[in-house]
């Protein structure tokens, strides 16, 4: 059985960073590619961004609101993905789930970590 | 970026209706499209995967179809769990967009 369990959320100010990450289970970690994905309070999902596996070159492809701010990458010894975020803004608030990009397009998903920016 | 665009943003049903839910693509993504439902408070389930496949252990009262650019999520006949919310995804591209959801409530 697929397991993702994020962690590393919390309530920071304005322009802070923070380090999330995503311990992996129950599939073969280091030849899956894996994503973050976040929902703003009461709003939609919004990708933000994927990292291949290194198999595949492990290189990642992010969304514009974040491509300059924020970086994820994985340690396959560890099973764990990571995102750093950097110069957080209030827009960022919300939930940060890790996905697993299963074979067939859809994703296997975390239960999600809570980032609270407020000044 | 491909652009996903759900219809319609909310969408008022009883118990026992069928209804449908549209998700149009800005560029053919082929058949790479997903159907999630969300729960509020919770991650979302996939329903469907590769536009028509159902997931194992989701009701056969869900359904997708559709390629190219247009794509549907039909359910047969809604059930008291189903009044939540549902949302489409390509994987067609290195950018892996979502529609802005479809909420579905109780007339």
């Known amino acids: 059985e697929v397991q993702l369990v994020e962690s590393g959320g919390g309530l920071l100010k304005p322009g802070g960073s923070l380090r999330l990450s995503c311990a992996a289970s129950?599939?073969?970690?280091?030849?899956?590619?894996m994503n973050w994905v976040r929902q703003a309070p009461g709003k939609g999902l919004e990708w933000i961004g994927r990292?291949?596996?290194?198999?595949?070159?492990?290189?990642?492809d992010c969304a514009a609101p974040v491509i300059d701010r924020f970086v994820i990458s994985r340690d396959d010894s560890k099973n764990t993905l990571y995102l750093q975020t950097n110069s957080l803004k209030t827009d960022d608030t919300g939930v940060y789930y890790c996905?697993?990009?299963?074979?067939?397009?859809?994703?296997?998903w975390g239960q999600g970590t809570l980032v609270t920016v407020s000044s | 970026d491909i652009q996903m665009t759900q219809s319609p943003s909310t969408l008022s049903a009883s118990v026992g209706d069928r209804v449908t839910i549209t998700c149009r693509a800005s560029?053919?993504?082929?058949?790479?499209l997903a159907w999630y439902q969300q729960i509020p408070g919770k991650a979302p389930k996939l329903l469907i995967y590769?536009?028509?496949n159902l997931e194992s252990g989701v009701p056969s009262r869900f359904s997708g179809s559709g390629s190219g650019t247009e794509f549907t999520l039909t359910i047969s006949s809604l059930q008291p769990d189903d009044f939540t919310t549902y949302y489409c995804?390509?994987?067609?591209?290195?950018?892996?967009?979502f529609g802005q959801g479809t909420k579905v409530e109780i007339k």
């Open positions: 129950g599939f073969f970690f280091s030849n899956a590619y």
């Open positions: 995804q390509q994987c067609n591209t290195y950018s892996w967009t």
């Open positions: 560029q053919s993504i082929n058949n790479c």
């Open positions: 590769k536009a028509s």
């Open positions: 990292i291949k596996s290194n198999r595949d070159g492990g290189t990642t």
């Open positions: 996905a697993h990009s299963r074979g067939d397009g859809g994703f296997d």
